[in-house]
Structures are given as structure tokens and as C-alpha cells.
């Protein structure tokens, strides 16, 4: 545990938002068919458009967490999560559904945002990298906890059961607000509000070509939830309990091993590396799991999925520690809340559109699809060493 007061609280906070959002994300959709009675293409289609509102939300929150109370703005956007959770037990109509899922989204991006400014304001710039790396894994922990107590209302399969697992879901969202609350407050003072003016972030070519990039290397977060599953189950020989081993391998290593990579990133040049390092390892994880359609013994096709598991997980987490590093040190001071906000928007991006992209291109086309990925993971990562290691593309220095 960090002995900073702050990080301990965030790491509270973090944690038990995490684990009431594993536990909607594990159960909410046979909830949604079998205790609020909506047809499949009326799930679907309110997920997607709250995805949509997830992927708008970040921004201003962002710009208020500059000019207003961050601390309270993650606590009350908390407090939204859990009431929405709440409201989704009186839902029985396709339009209630779609504004409550909106909701959802709006207070859970929102509230994510909101935090990374607190951790760009409160804590000291040499130890940001490390304290997000450290929240990340606690949130993979609260997620997978959050999983299992979703788990049990999918295993016994009733009403009731759904429905206390969302009032529980909803009350844990509360005790993540209380947390934030317990935190010192975020008050930027007058000269703070006019250092900028709000949207800057969108005249900021480098940060912009970062965001677009970092979300181009994100797909990695879809490739293992959602394409990596139908490619095992179509495309191999191998088990289909395969897909969740995997999965589990990612999420107990991101809690193993995330804080330790992290600890490695301690400056701009540093990061860079990481980044393009990481890309090199998810190219790399692409042809094992490409390779796992080869005809072949069951046993050989599990060792690949394996090693390209721990190729992708180890890309993933020097990806994300090179990709704090480098969102923090190019955001201004005083619109720290709006850079972050922005570079949130990546991850949104990548959770809403990678999944249809990388089916299309994985699924539907196969081995050349896999390939086609291995050469974009490096080439971003390429384009990444080569623009943020040039002091004329950049408005501040990154030569530390």
C-alpha cells in the first residue's frame, strides 16, 4: 500500500467503483432481457448509443474539472453510476432503457476523468505514472471481483438474484463517492481558470496525433474481449474455455505486473521506448495468434494462444505506462483536466468502433487480417518514437 494519504484514497475510491462496474458489465445484459423484458435489438441499440455518449462525455467533463471542483465532480458522477444502477431495476421500456444507459455511460467516463485530473493535480509529476499503473491493477482486482459477484446472479439465474446483484452494484457506487469525498479538494484558483481557453486541446496538433494514435494501439483492448473469442471459436482447434483462460491470464498479470513496468517510465524518452517496445510485442502476439488457425496437435495451438497472451499483456501494460507518461507531460498546467478528458476519448473510441473493425478484419478475413494488425501495431508505434523525439513538433520539451 502507498504511504501517500491521496493515492490511498483514490486507490479506495478506484476500487470500489471497479468492483460495481464488474458487476454490471458481467450481468447486465441477461438483466436487461429477463427482468426488464427488452428484445435483443433493443439492448443493442441502447449500448450503442450510450458507448456514443461515453465517447462525448470525457471532453467537457474535463474542461469542469479545470474551472470546478474535480474532487466533487468524480464524487457526484459516482453518485449518478449508482442511481442509474437504481433506475435500471424500474426500467421496462426501450426508450427509459436508452436514457438510463446514456446516464450510465456519462457518469462512469466522466467520473474516470475527472480522476485522471485529480491524479495530474494532486500528485507530485514524478510519481503520476507509477500512481495510475497502481490504480489500474486495483481496478483490474475490483473487476474481476465485481465479475464473480456478477457471476453468482448468472449462476443461479433468477430475478432476484439479478436484481440484488444491481442494488448492491448501485450501493457500492455510493462507498466509491463517499471515498472520493474523503479526498483533499481540487479548487483551481483565478489565475488557473484563464490560463486557457476551453477546447485547446483541439489546436494541439502533437496531443491530438497522440489521442489518435494511442487509439489506434488500443485495439488491443477489443481484440482480446471480443474478436480473439469468435476467432478461437471459428477459425482453431482449440478449446473454447481457452478465451477465458486467456482473459484471466491478462487480468491477474495486469495486477502482478503493471506497477513494475510502470516503475521503469521515469521520463519522456523512456516512455517513447516503451511505447514502441509495446507495439513490437502486440505485432509479435498477432502471428502466434494467427498461427493458432494452422493445422495442428490441440496441445501446440493452446501453447501459442499462451504466448501471444503474455506477448499482448506485456505490450499492454508497457503501453499504457509509456501512454501516462507522455498524456501528462504534454498537457499544460491549469487544463490538465481538459487534456485528460480528450485523451480518454481514445480508449471510448477504441471500445466502441474496434469491435466491428477488428471482426471484419480478423474474422471475416483472417490470417492477411492478422498480419495487416502486426504491421499498424508497429507502425504506430513507429510514427510515435520518431514525432515525440522532435522538439519542432512539440510546443514543450520532452528532451527530459
Not at 438483466?31 to 455518449?53: C, H, K, Q
Not at 475527472?114 to 495530474?120: F, Y
Not at 516503451?274 to 493452446?302: N, Q
Not at 474474422?363 to 514525432?387: D, E
Amino acid at each position: 500500500m502507498p504511504t501517500d494519504r491521496t493515492v490511498r484514497g483514490l486507490a479506495i475510491a478506484q476500487t470500489m467503483g471497479a468492483v460495481a462496474a464488474g458487476v454490471y458489465f458481467s450481468s447486465s445484459v441477461l438483466f436487461f432481457s429477463r427482468a426488464s423484458g427488452l428484445a435483443p435489438l433493443e439492448i443493442g441499440l441502447g449500448l450503442t448509443v450510450a458507448g456514443l455518449v461515453g465517447l462525448l462525455v470525457p471532453l467537457p467533463i474535463g474542461i469542469l474539472a479545470d474551472r470546478w471542483n474535480a474532487r466533487n465532480i468524480a464524487a457526484w458522477l459516482t453518485v449518478g453510476a449508482g442511481v442509474s444502477d437504481w433506475i435500471f431495476l424500474l426500467v421496462s421500456g426501450g426508450t427509459a432503457f436508452v436514457i438510463t444507459a446514456c446516464c450510465f455511460a456519462a457518469c462512469l467516463r466522466g467520473a474516470m476523468t475527472a480522476r485522471m485530473a485529480m491524479i495530474a493535480t494532486l500528485i507530485d509529476a514524478s510519481q503520476r505514472t507509477q500512481t495510475s499503473a497502481y490504480l489500474r491493477a486495483l481496478g483490474n482486482c475490483g473487476l474481476s471481483a465485481g465479475a464473480m459477484i456478477g457471476g453468482l446472479a448468472l449462476y443461479f439465474d433468477s430475478l432476484t438474484g439479478y436484481r440484488l446483484a444491481f442494488a448492491l452494484g448501485g450501493a457500492i457506487f455510493l462507498v466509491a463517492a463517499a471515498a472520493y469525498r474523503l479526498l483533499p479538494p481540487v479548487v483551481p484558483g483565478p489565475a488557473t481558470v484563464r490560463k486557457g481557453s476551453p477546447l485547446t486541446v483541439l489546436g494541439d496538433r502533437p496531443y491530438m496525433s497522440l489521442t489518435l494514435l494511442n487509439t489506434v494501439i488500443l485495439l488491443y483492448i477489443p481484440l482480446l474481449n471480443m474478436a480473439l473469442p469468435l476467432w478461437i471459436a471459428l477459425h482453431t482447434n482449440a478449446p473454447l474455455w481457452i478465451a477465458s483462460v486467456l482473459y484471466g491470464l491478462n487480468t491477474v498479470s495486469v495486477m502482478l505486473m503493471q506497477v513494475r513496468l510502470a516503475r521503469r517510465v521515469t521520463n519522456a524518452c523512456e516512455a517513447r521506448r516503451s511505447i514502441f517496445f509495446a507495439t513490437l510485442l502486440l505485432s509479435a502476439a498477432c502471428f502466434f495468434f494467427a498461427a493458432m488457425a494452422v493445422p495442428s496437435a490441440v496441445w501446440l495451438t493452446v501453447v501459442f494462444a499462451l504466448l501471444a497472451a503474455m506477448l499482448h499483456v506485456l505490450g499492454e501494460m508497457m503501453h499504457m505506462a509509456g501512454a501516462w507518461d507522455l498524456s501528462f507531460r504534454l498537457a499544460p498546467p491549469g487544463q490538465e483536466g481538459e487534456y485528460q478528458g480528450f485523451f480518454n476519448t481514445s480508449s471510448a473510441a477504441a471500445e466502441m468502433f474496434g469491435p466491428i473493425l477488428l471482426t471484419a478484419l480478423l474474422v471475416g478475413w483472417g490470417l492477411p487480417g492478422w498480419l495487416l494488425l502486426a504491421i499498424v501495431f508497429s507502425a504506430t508505434g513507429f510514427i510515435i518514437i520518431v514525432l515525440f523525439g522532435k522538439q519542432t513538433y512539440l510546443a514543450r520539451d520532452l528532451s527530459g
